[in-house]
């Protein structure tokens, strides 16, 4: 029998607020250890919490962009439960009066879009860190991260293989930095998620037990745990056994899922209303104001270069996956560079250089003005494609307009006709078989002439104008 | 002057004396030291009395003390669930011992801005959790008025009502989450007053069950329990639950005759259980009230039978979610956790030896009514019973200014009287817990003693943030009464 | 009929995280169970239709602007707790993940 996966997501945000949700302390990322506290998020005997403004309005952008329908009066719950990095013992979270439902999020996927249903979105507290290699016998509690602002975002189990649910990460992320309300880092852990798999006889609709994976730290480890799992499951299945509903964490390193140790008891959370916060009404003019400044998204933009600038599926899709991507193309048109060359250069070599080297976009020192330059600096002539590359390469390693490495390095193509006529003798006349071998007929040996006119002028020549040089001067008969 | 005689003076008292140069407030506090030293071991109104310490501090604090100040050199005590930056708060809990707060309560930092001087640590039952002071894990407090000391103060706030009545304290602070500053106000015969929910910022106030708790004062007097809430009283904006109105001058309208207003006497429940003294001593108010031009109606609260009942799922579910946090983990108490005692054994014996009896009795209702199953049949029904709770007096108070009962349906019992039998002891609380289910304002009011002298107090309470009517009413009944 | 047994509340016991056993626990489930059996009275209580109050003001919306306010000195944290390993504060090792 074939199977077929039946996946849902659940992701959550820290939101980058100044702020933590309920108090005034910084909400950053990489303080030394409990020095990022106060008495309210260490939950002290008496203090009380305060939703922070901020918050509130960014989850409503994040609401309003995956076309949910924002709660008219939202609450605040605690979900109890004991555990060290938690001060209170219960987490101020939102159980069923939650910021937003029922929205969604289109995939593009070969040409087809997919809907992917969100159940909900809502608010809740981070928790506290705990480090458990400092010492055999103790476990260490970091309480900074107590109280930063989390955004969880519950997809309905619509993703069909492991990679519509890459893709769904991958379009989710770009969605939440197109809004600017969280860094989405997954090692800094201001992206964490969490996936749940069942199986289904093919064109079945009914659901099978359904197995969560915790410790996934990248989307490639939920692609991965998710293909593994499926098989898992798919071979338990065949053998005719009945899975157990359960968690099971991500082994990275063994590349396979391990059952999580059954807790003791089964989870109680206790769910009832925070009495020390009041409820929210959100009305229809904040959900406008909010409305107002909300940015182009990936899926419009997407379409926009595809209309107005004539791009195809594909480019659209890779210059729209980051905010910045698009930021530096727009800018480069703006000065005056044509799509296509401007597409080219960010989604190879720009992109390149951001995977050799693990960055992100906003990581590069890189203006928009200066790939028009660039592109420029080709199109006249003035660089080949070769020294285009190097000078891209030394652009973003200074950080500096390729106008100025043109002038300062002399690195402007050689176009004149004295000085390649000079070149294309000396190679002529250092390579004395390879000319016989050219007048015998054998053609192919201009590739390696070339080579060596490209060499001598340190890459400088115009390739064109050397090529035509060569030929010209081997088909001429020699005196 | 007589030891002592400046310490039985109320805060208007002495702040015309201080006012007029006649003593210095150094002078109030070396009396009113004194005799805390002399009378407190028999009373054991404050926990961990340490004078010399208690004298330091109180100088340091009067020479930061602003002069003009509305209750500059004033000493106030305080509960021990109220926080003071580095002063121990425990709550009189062993749970909480040696807990010292890097935080002032917001009404400590109002009460410091107005030049009085803070005295810490009154006595109380374990986090607020009883009726008599008998569940501090310090020891009992013992109620001054009764002749061999053989009665309960009344509680929670046993130790400010005792300290207030004693004259071992000039005002006091305390916690009211069903009755805990009323009824140990009229146990000991002074005026105490639970405000408006909202009225008073909670910040710093240890929370028993967030939509229940206030703070207010333990006076000798309407005047002094006026004068208290105007400097407390005020929206907070560390407390999302404190109400953005503004607060009366609440001194002045204590002049107003409380002629051509209404009176609303509802029909009581629990009638088997209510004294007769009691109800001679109430029926004597009301006729006082009547002689200075007040006018009574009845009035219907026909669901304030099920105010116990309500109160003892929704405190205790509360109680259980904010007692949860006191696990040995970041403050306070930790048992012991040597080779061999994983996590679990630390929770479990943190909270096992660190919590007494009643506090263990709560946590267990609290978690019990909030667990899966029985939600819906008790907390959510508890929720909507408080609607109807709260919808009675609303009904009421468009027919009425304050309504009127007793306090307490006995004066104090003894120590231990109640102490084997949790529901009758929860039982006594009942004509004092529909104002927190309610979030309407009461006060208590002396009104009378019992034959063997133990006083009786009567309960004020008016429509929500309309404490100025309780103060008027009460201080033109204690005019009355002084006549 | 008893609606706490000692089975019942060994459960709750454990979910608050408290120590209960022989003795004690009999009268504790005693105790609550008398309790409960008195709050039994407001299933009576016809609140068909009536919302439920969890708060009893009517404020809403009570929010702070996104300023960063003061914060504990890590001192000051790590003297509050009754174990520490600077910069930490620590409890038995936590086993599970």
Redesign the interface.
């Known amino acids: 029998m074939t199977y077929e996966p039946v996946i849902g997501l659940e992701v959550h945000l820290q939101l980058s607020?100044?702020?933590k949700l309920f108090?005034?302390?910084?909400a950053k990322f990489g303080s030394?250890?409990?020095?990022?506290?106060?008495?309210v998020c260490?939950?002290?005997?008496?203090?009380?919490?305060?939703?922070?403004?901020?918050?509130?309005e960014w989850g409503i952008r994040t609401a309003l962009a995956f076309d949910c329908e924002i709660a008219q009066?939202m609450k605040f719950d605690?979900k109890?439960y004991?555990y060290?990095d938690l001060?209170?013992?219960?987490q101020i979270s939102q159980y069923d009066q939650p910021l937003a439902q029922h929205g969604h999020l289109d995939l593009g996927l070969d040409g087809r879009t997919k809907r992917v249903r969100i159940r909900r979105i809502h608010l809740e507290e981070d928790a506290g860190k705990?480090?458990?290699e400092?010492?055999?016998?103790?476990?260490?509690?970091?309480?900074n991260r107590t109280g930063v602002p989390l955004l969880e975002i519950v997809s309905e189990p619509d993703l069909g293989s492991s990679d519509e649910a890459y893709q769904y990460l991958v379009e989710l992320k770009a969605v939440i930095e197109y809004l600017g309300v969280s860094t989405c880092n997954m090692e800094e852990g201001s992206l964490r998620c969490d996936t749940n798999i069942s199986l289904r006889p093919a064109g079945d609709s009914a659901l099978g037990s359904k197995v969560e994976i915790k410790?996934l730290n990248s989307f490639r480890a939920v692609k991965l745990a998710l293909e593994y799992e499926a098989k898992r499951q798919a071979a338990a299945l065949g053998r005719g056994e009945r899975l157990p509903q359960e968690t099971r964490?991500w082994d990275a390193k063994g590349l396979k899922t391990e059952p999580?140790?059954s807790?003791?008891?089964a989870a109680?959370y206790?769910?009832?209303?925070e009495?020390?916060?009041?409820?929210?009404?959100i009305d229809r003019q904040l959900i406008s104001r909010v409305g107002e400044a909300l940015p182009e998204l990936p899926a419009q933009r997407r379409r926009r270069y595809q209309e107005a600038h004539r791009l195809s599926a594909y480019d659209a899709r890779v210059l729209s996956q980051h905010r910045a991507f698009g930021e530096l193309f727009e800018g480069a048109l703006r000065a005056g560079a044509a799509p296509k060359p401007v597409a080219n250069w960010i989604m190879g070599e720009l992109l390149a250089h951001l995977n050799a080297h693990g960055l992100e976009p906003e990581e590069v020192k890189l203006r928009p003005e200066w790939l028009a330059h660039l592109v420029q600096l080709v199109d006249e002539g003035t660089l080949s494609g070769k020294m285009a590359k190097d000078v891209f390469a030394q652009m973003l390693e200074r950080g500096v307009d390729p106008l100025q490495l043109v002038e300062e390095g002399g690195l402007k193509q050689i176009v004149e006709s004295g000085a390649l006529e000079r070149i294309a003798e000396a190679v002529l006349e250092a390579n004395p078989k390879s000319v016989a071998d050219y007048r015998k007929g054998k053609t192919n040996v201009l590739t390696y002439l070339m080579g060596q006119a490209m060499k001598r002028s340190q890459g400088k020549a115009n390739p064109q104008q050397i090529a035509e040089l060569l030929k010209h001067k081997l088909e001429r008969v020699t005196p | 002057m007589a030891s002592g005689a400046l310490a039985g003076k109320t805060i208007h008292e002495l702040r015309a004396l201080i006012a007029q140069g006649a003593i210095s407030p150094a002078d109030l506090l070396d009396d009113l030291l004194a005799r805390i030293e002399r009378i407190n071991p028999s009373v054991h109104a404050y926990l961990d009395i340490d004078p010399e310490r208690l004298r330091q501090e109180a100088e340091a604090q009067l020479r930061a003390a602003p002069r003009g100040g509305r209750l500059y050199g004033i000493p106030v005590t305080i509960k021990d669930n109220i926080c003071v930056r580095g002063e121990e708060t425990s709550c009189a809990s062993r749970i909480l011992q040696g807990f010292r707060p890097p935080y002032d309560a917001t009404v400590i930092e109002r009460l410091r801005r107005e030049g009085a001087l803070i005295l810490p640590r009154a006595n109380m039952d374990e986090f607020a959790f009883g009726s008599s002071t008998e569940n501090s894990a310090f020891g009992p407090t013992r109620n001054p008025r009764a002749k061999d000391l053989d009665r309960v103060p009344g509680g929670s706030s046993g130790g400010s009502a005792a300290a207030v009545a004693a004259d071992l304290a000039i005002a006091a602070l305390g916690s009211d989450t069903g009755g805990s500053i009323r009824q140990p106000a009229s146990f000991c015969g002074i005026v105490g007053l639970k405000p408006t929910y909202g009225r008073v910022s909670r910040y710093g106030l240890v929370a028993f069950a967030s939509s229940l708790d206030q703070i207010g004062p333990l006076t000798k007097d309407a005047e002094d329990a006026a004068i208290l809430l105007s400097v407390i009283a005020g929206q907070d904006p560390r407390d999302s639950t404190s109400a953005p109105v503004e607060v009366p001058d609440y001194v002045a309208w204590l002049k107003a005759s409380p002629k051509g207003l209404t009176i609303g006497i509802p029909a009581l429940p629990g009638a088997e259980g209510l004294s007769q003294d009691v109800r001679a001593a109430v029926d004597q108010a009301l006729e006082a009230f009547r002689s200075l031009g007040v006018k009574t109606v009845p009035v219907e609260l026909s669901h304030i039978d099920k105010a116990i009942a309500t109160y003892y799922i929704i405190a205790t579910a509360e109680a259980s979610s904010n007692l949860a946090r006191y696990d040995g983990v970041q403050y306070g108490f930790r048992a012991a956790d040597g080779a061999g005692r994983s996590l679990l054994d630390t929770y479990l014996d943190t909270r096992s030896q660190g919590f007494g009896a009643e506090a263990k009795r709560r946590i267990l209702l609290g978690t019990y009514v909030l667990s899966q199953g029985y939600y819906d049949a008790y907390y959510l029904k508890g929720m909507r019973v408080r609607t109807l709770i709260k919808r009675d007096f609303d009904e009421a108070f468009t027919r009425c200014d304050a309504i009127v009962m007793p306090t307490a349906p006995t004066p104090a019992f003894r120590l231990g009287e109640k102490l084997s039998d949790p529901l009758e002891m929860y039982l006594s609380d009942i004509y004092t817990i529909s104002a927190n289910l309610a979030g309407v304002p009461a006060l208590s009011v002396p009104c009378g003693a019992s034959p063997d002298g133990l006083p009786i107090g009567m309960q004020l309470l008016a429509a929500p943030f309309r404490e100025e009517v309780l103060f008027r009413m009460a201080h033109a009944y204690e005019q009355a009464r002084r006549g | 009929m008893a609606v706490v047994t000692p089975d019942i509340l060994r459960q709750v016991a454990s979910l608050a995280r408290l120590r209960l056993e022989g003795p004690a626990l009999a009268q504790f489930a005693a105790q609550l169970d008398e309790i409960l059996q008195y709050v039994q009275q407001l299933q009576a209580v016809e609140t068909s239709g009536v919302e439920p109050t969890s708060h009893v003001l009517p404020l809403s919306n009570v929010l702070r602007k996104d300023e960063p306010g003061a914060c504990l000195s890590q001192e000051a944290v790590l003297g509050l707790a009754p174990a520490q390993q600077r910069p930490f504060v620590t409890v038995p090792k936590v086993l599970e993940t």
């Open positions: 607020t100044a702020t108090c005034g302390c910084p030394p250890p409990n020095s990022q506290t106060c008495p260490l939950g002290l005997p008496g203090v009380l919490p305060v939703l922070n403004e901020r918050v509130l009066v605690r109890q004991f060290p001060p209170k013992n219960y705990l480090l458990h400092a010492s055999q016998s103790q476990t260490c509690i970091d309480f410790n964490l999580m140790r807790k003791e008891e109680d206790r769910y009832f209303p009495p020390d916060l009041v409820p929210f009404v």
